[in-house]
Nanobody, 127 residues
Framework: QVQLVESGGELVQAGGSLRLSCTAS????????MAWFRQAPGKEREGVSC????????SYADSVKGRFTISRDNVKNTLYLQMNSLKPEDTAMYYC????????????????????WGQGTQVTVSS
């Protein structure tokens, strides 16, 4: 069973920055594309950003493009999300999830059959 532990979320003022981390275990991390997702209260989970298995390809939702940067460390089995210029609308619980093994790209589509979601990390941006 895949175990994902997200961390780094906290309360921050608008315009501030945060760095989220996602550590994976029981997963051949370096073989998988990875993605960040978020879910605000009363809203569906949405894709934020993704990165392919070797970090060479990334993709972002339009709402975060230019403000967020995804990266990974395959030695540490850790995924990161650097979040700058935060806005109140970025307030949500943030989750990570694996994509496919050795895929050339990545996807921010919410995986419909993925069951091993972590607890997430709460990001709250005050105005």
């Amino acid at each position: 069973q895949v175990q994902l532990v997200e961390s780094g979320g906290e309360l921050v003022q608008a315009g501030g920055s945060l760095r989220l981390s996602c550590t994976a275990s029981a997963l051949a991390f370096g073989k998988y594309s990875m993605a960040w997702f978020r879910q605000a209260p009363g809203k569906e989970r949405e894709g934020v950003s993704c990165i392919n298995w070797n970090g060479g390809i990334t993709s972002y939702a339009d709402s975060v493009k230019g403000r967020f940067t995804i990266s990974r460390d395959n030695v540490k089995n850790t995924l990161y999300l650097q979040m700058n210029s935060l806005k109140p609308e970025d307030t949500a619980m943030y989750y990570c999830a694996p994509g496919r093994v050795y895929e050339s790209g990545c996807s921010i589509r919410v995986p419909p059959d993925f069951a091993d979601w972590g607890q997430g990390t709460q990001v709250t941006v005050s105005s």
